[in-house]
Every structure is written in structure tokens, then in C-alpha cells.
């Protein structure tokens, strides 16, 4: 993940992250960050039991995927592409 074309914007008592304008990620004031999920990734989060953000569609990125850079990428990446539309 590049940071070329990150943003950041407190909200939530926390803040969002941002690629093209669309929020991908979100940390609470907890510091937890929780990746966008749709059909294409929910089902993963949930094989790890991880635990949503209230009723928004995010979920918070599980230890072990935290852990391990290549999963992270390849879990963040699929956050993106989902809030942009191109996978839901």
C-alpha cells in the first residue's frame, strides 16, 4: 500500500482512512482499526471471529492478519477495491 494516496479525517472519536476519496479503514479512539467489508471479504472476517464496528460495514482487522504484512496488504487492498465499488 502506497501512502501517495491515503488521507486521514477524525471522525467517529476516532479517524478514517481514505484512498480516492473513499473510506477503506477506520481506527477508533481505542486505536482498533477496523477494515470495509462487503460479500467478497465479510466471510473471512468472520472465519476469524472478528468483531464489526456497530452497524457500519467494517470489521476489526484480526491479530493475526495484523501480523502478517503480506495478509495485511492483500486484506487492505480488498478494503479499498470494495469502497470504491469494484467488489462487494
Do not use: C, Q
Not at 491479530?63 to 503480506?70: P, Q
Not at 480488498?78 to 470504491?84: L, P, T, V
Amino acid at each position: 500500500m502506497s501512502a501517495a494516496g491515503e488521507t486521514t479525517r477524525r471522525m467517529f472519536g476516532g479517524y478514517g482512512i481514505f484512498e480516492g476519496g473513499k473510506m477503506f479503514a477506520l481506527v477508533n479512539k481505542e486505536g482498533e482499526i477496523y477494515l470495509k467489508v462487503g460479500d467478497a471479504n465479510r466471510g473471512r472476517f468472520e472465519a476469524l471471529d472478528a468483531k464489526p464496528h456497530g452497524r457500519m460495514p467494517y470489521y476489526r482487522i484480526p491479530d493475526e492478519i495484523l501480523a502478517d504484512d503480506a495478509r495485511l496488504l492483500e486484506w487492505v487492498r480488498e478494503a479499498i477495491a470494495i469502497s470504491k465499488g469494484a467488489a462487494k
